[in-house]
């Protein structure tokens, strides 16, 4: 066993670590991404100058993710789990294990580039009223990817989704308001929400807000903690391009209808808790129509063309559709 390994048991009992001299806490959530995480974990290395401590929740990966991150990155504390406890519950525990004033979360699929932390800490020092901030995401090509932020839902953006808007007129701020098209996150602005994949804020205000709501195993954990601290804690999250980071995204997902299921579930419990009471109803209704309209779009312009890929599409939106019942009300048992 590696000496930087920790093995936790199940339920998860915390326990304090003692002060470090890190400023930056980079929490990594790993399951079967062995490469990727392997790859990740060095970029970070490479391109960052702050001092750092790099806490790793590997959730009960299949294919030797804990031993090949210990071999190769002995300085990273390691947690080894025997569960898959989802993104937002590992982040939980992680947490307990950070010992710097800042925290850095930080996707497995992901490559530091440019000295993309040390850029993101320095914003964070001169914009301290957003309280929480994130970067520029490009694809592995180079090209941009638009994941590093969202506009919070309402009862437009769920309309134009379900009607096919958001598609048709994918590159219009106004159908397609919730990514904010037409924007190439080339300049700092204020956002609604900060992606998961590469988010900072304080020890201070993570404490102060709980952390991640566990409910949210998977999906929608860094919108819900972006709307609560903005209601909270006044908080205005912003991006700035100076922190550009390769983010490949959905590295651990396989199955397209599960994927999907596990989305639209999140986004049906952000409805339920972030709409106010006279949108509420309304907007879960027409989301609760998006799975429908997916299929039969797909379905029929498949027919219209002969094109496999949207006949598949269709088959898959089909599959969500049915299991409706486990995802039109958010998440069960709250």
């Known amino acids: 066993m590696k000496d930087n390994i920790t093995y936790m048991p199940n339920p998860v009992t915390q326990f304090d670590r003692p002060s470090g001299t890190a400023e930056m806490s980079i929490i990594v959530i790993s ?11 060095a970029s970070i290395y490479e391109q960052t100058r702050t001092p750092f401590e790099v806490i790793v929740v590997d ?27 989802g993104f937002a519950p590992a982040h939980n525990i992680a947490i307990r294990h950070c010992t710097s004033p800042w925290i850095l979360l930080l996707n497995p699929d992901t490559i530091v580039l440019d000295g993309a932390l040390d850029n993101l800490l320095d914003f964070a020092k ?18 941009l990817n638009t994941t590093s932020c969202w506009r919070k839902m309402s009862l437009w953006t769920v309309f134009c989704r379900v009607t096919g808007l958001t598609g048709i007129f994918s590159r219009s701020p106004i159908f397609n308001a ?30 102060m ?27 205005r999250p912003m991006i700035t391009p100076k922190a550009e980071i390769i983010h490949y995204g959905g590295a651990s997902e396989k199955v397209p209808a599960d994927r999907i299921i596990r989305v639209i579930r999140a986004k ?19 989301f609760r129509l998006f799975p429908l309209s997916r299929t039969i779009a797909n379905k029929l312009a498949g027919a219209l063309t002969g094109r496999e890929d949207l006949k598949e599409n269709g088959r898959i939106w089909e599959k969500v559709w049915k299991r409706r019942a486990e995802w039109q009300n958010g998440f069960p048992n709250k």
């Open 31 to 41: 399951y079967n991404t062995r490469d990727m995480t392997l790859e990740c974990l």
């Open 59 to 85: 959730n009960a990966s299949s294919d030797g993710s804990a031993e090949a991150i210990a071999e190769q990155f002995p300085d990273v504390h390691l947690i080894a789990e025997t569960t898959n406890h």
């Open 126 to 143: 001169r914009t301290p009223d957003a309280k929480i901030w994130g970067g520029r995401t490009l694809f592995a090509d180079g090209s």
């Open 178 to 207: 919730e990514e904010y098209a037409g924007w190439a996150r080339d300049s700092e602005a204020h956002v609604d929400i900060v992606t998961g994949c590469l988010f900072l804020l304080q020890r201070e205000t993570w404490d």
């Open 209 to 235: 807000l709980g952390g991640f709501d566990p409910t949210f195993t998977m999906y929608g954990e860094e919108a819900d903690l972006c709307m609560r601290a903005r209601t909270q804690l006044h908080a």
């Open 268 to 286: 049906a419990e952000l409805i339920q808790r972030h709409f106010s009471p006279w949108t509420r109803k309304v907007g879960l209704w027409l």
